[in-house]
C-alpha cells in the first residue's frame, strides 16, 4: 500500500512539474507523422530599438500569443511556421527576418502606424515555400 501511495505521488509530482516547465529559447527538432526532421527556425525582429509589439507564433498548427520591444530573437523547432507581430505604438520601424536550418528566408518590414508584418513557411526535405507580408 504505501509503494502505490508513493508511486502515486511521484507521478503526480512529474505532472505538476511539467506543468510548470518554463519555454525553452529552443526546443528540439521532431518529427512529424511522416518521420522526416523538422526545421530549426530563427525568427529576429529588428527596427527602431524599443518599439513594442504583440503577436502570435504558430507551429505545426499550435498558435502562441508574443510580445515584447524591438529587437527580440526567437528560436524554434518545426515543419511549417506562421508569424504575425504588430507595432502596439504608432511609432518605429518592425522588421521580421526568418532563417531555417541557418539560412535566410525572407524578411518583411513597416513604418506604418500600428502597422504588421507576417511570415508564412513550410520548411522540410521535401517541400519548401515562403511567403513574407506587410498590414
Known amino acids: 500500500m504505501t509503494t502505490k501511495v508513493t508511486l502515486l505521488a511521484a507521478l ?17 527538432a ?8 523538422a526545421a530549426a527556425f530563427t525568427i529576429t525582429v529588428v527596427g ?5 509589439f504583440k503577436g502570435t507564433i ?4 499550435h498558435v502562441t500569443t508574443t510580445g515584447g520591444t524591438v529587437p527580440a530573437t526567437f ?9 504575425s507581430l504588430q507595432k502596439t505604438g504608432a511609432d518605429g520601424l518592425i522588421e521580421l527576418r526568418v532563417a531555417a536550418d541557418g539560412q ?7 513604418a506604418k502606424e500600428f502597422g504588421g508584418v507576417r511570415a508564412q513557411l513550410i520548411c522540410t ?3 519548401e515555400q515562403a511567403m513574407f507580408t506587410t498590414f
Open 12 to 28: 503526480a509530482a512529474s505532472f505538476i512539474l511539467v506543468g510548470c516547465h518554463t519555454t525553452p529559447t529552443r526546443e528540439p
Open 30 to 37: 521532431q518529427s512529424d507523422f511522416t518521420g522526416l526532421p
Open 48 to 52: 527602431t530599438k524599443g518599439t513594442p
Open 58 to 61: 504558430t507551429t505545426d498548427g
Open 75 to 83: 528560436y524554434i523547432s518545426t515543419h511549417d511556421l506562421a508569424v
Open 104 to 110: 535566410g528566408r525572407g524578411m518583411s518590414s513597416t
Open 125 to 127: 526535405p521535401k517541400v
